[in-house]
Every structure is written in structure tokens, then in C-alpha cells.
């Protein structure tokens, strides 16, 4: 069996769970950019959890709860995720440890994450999607050496004026990554990613349903 170079890993969750293939949405109104896939032994964020109810991913749980709250998807699973349009995908693919996250996370806040040097695999997405959701430090790195639409400027994303767009005109949102550590707080950032989105007639809501 042959190993991948960048983590060691026989095949990064993108390809095991056959995203390409299987999840991307019709339309890409939205994509979402996040940090990593977690550890080795994370569950994934296109693992159907077997009850939605009581999923423990906190990324998945509250960003698809946090949208159907907001009426953005029809319902708080992945295909109705999928069905208004939005595609996640991760500025790093590999599944990394912890520390390594967060010296890479530490390295990202100053756009020299050497694992976000050349991400090739968001480049097509970011030009295509209509609006890009931007989550977190290494997120922003990655998507700012993808495409010149995204300065290189350090911020504070845990403070005002985000979560929020980047400028006023642009197309991409900042946030912080949902964890453990913020979970209170995603409702918010969803209201707020809503009501960007909606200003930019990026969704078609009637009775607060995401239409197609």
C-alpha cells in the first residue's frame, strides 16, 4: 500500500468518502472552508452520523443545525446541506494530531503555514462558489494563497468586525472554526453568515426555506 507524503495517511477523508462524487451540490452557492479533518481517528464531516439528533461532531452538528435554524437548508442533515447548495471542504485534507494543528494554526496567523503554501484543491471551488464561508485562521491562510481576492491581513476573527465579510463588497465571510471551545457561540456566527448571505440574494427564501 502506498502512503501519501504530506501526512502518511493511505488516503485523506476527501477521497475515502468519495466527496467529489457523492456531495457536491448541483449550484455551489456556498463553500466552507475549515482548518482539518481532525485526528486520524475523527469522525469526518461527510460520515453520516446514524442519528442527527445526537451527532457529536460539533462542526457538522452545529453548522447544519446553526443553517436550518436560519432557513438557509430544508433540514439539518447533509443532504439538505447539499441540496441549498453549500460544499465543505478543509484548507489542510490530511487528518493531523492536535499539536501539529496548532503550531500550523499559530504559524497561519501570520499567513506561514508551510502545509497552506499551495492549496491547489480549493483553487477552482473558491472561483466558482458565490459566496465562501471562511473558517478560521488556517482557513483564511490557505484561501488567501489561492486566490489574490483575499488579503493577507492579520485579524482578529474572535473579535469585531467578525464574524463578518472582509470588506464590504467581497464575497467572503470569516468566522471562527466551530470546536468545543465556541459551541455557544455558533448560532450567532449563523445568524450572522445569514444575514450576509441574504444581502447578497445568494438564497432564495420563501416561508425561511432555501429554495433552488
Not at 495517511?9 to 452557492?29: C, G, I, K, T
Not at 439528533?53 to 432557513?71: C, E, P
Amino acid at each position: 500500500m502506498n502512503f501519501l507524503a504530506c501526512c502518511g495517511n493511505a488516503m485523506h477523508p476527501w477521497d475515502q468518502f468519495e466527496v467529489e462524487s457523492r456531495w457536491l451540490p448541483r449550484s455551489l452557492r456556498c463553500l466552507v472552508v475549515g482548518e482539518n479533518p481532525g485526528a486520524a481517528t475523527s469522525e469526518y464531516f461527510y460520515a453520516c452520523p446514524a442519528s442527527y439528533g445526537t451527532d457529536t461532531v460539533v462542526i457538522r452538528m452545529s453548522l447544519l443545525r446553526g443553517l436550518h435554524q436560519q432557513g438557509l437548508i430544508l433540514e439539518a442533515t447533509l443532504g439538505g446541506f447539499q441540496d441549498a447548495g453549500f460544499l465543505f471542504d478543509h484548507a489542510i485534507r490530511c487528518p493531523l494530531s492536535a499539536k501539529v494543528v496548532a503550531r500550523e494554526r499559530q504559524n497561519a496567523m501570520r499567513y506561514a503555514s508551510r502545509r497552506v503554501r499551495d492549496p491547489v484543491h480549493l483553487r477552482i471551488r473558491l472561483a466558482h462558489a458565490t459566496v465562501v464561508w471562511v473558517m478560521g485562521h488556517l482557513a483564511s491562510n490557505a484561501v488567501a494563497n489561492a486566490t489574490g481576492d483575499f488579503p493577507k491581513q492579520r485579524r482578529q476573527i474572535s473579535k469585531l468586525p467578525y464574524p463578518g465579510p472582509i470588506s464590504r463588497r467581497s464575497k467572503f465571510f470569516v468566522s471562527e472554526y466551530f470546536t468545543w471551545r465556541n459551541e455557544s457561540a455558533a448560532p450567532g456566527i449563523c445568524e450572522a453568515f445569514a444575514q450576509f448571505a441574504r444581502e447578497k440574494f445568494v438564497f432564495d427564501v420563501k416561508g425561511d426555506v432555501a429554495q433552488l
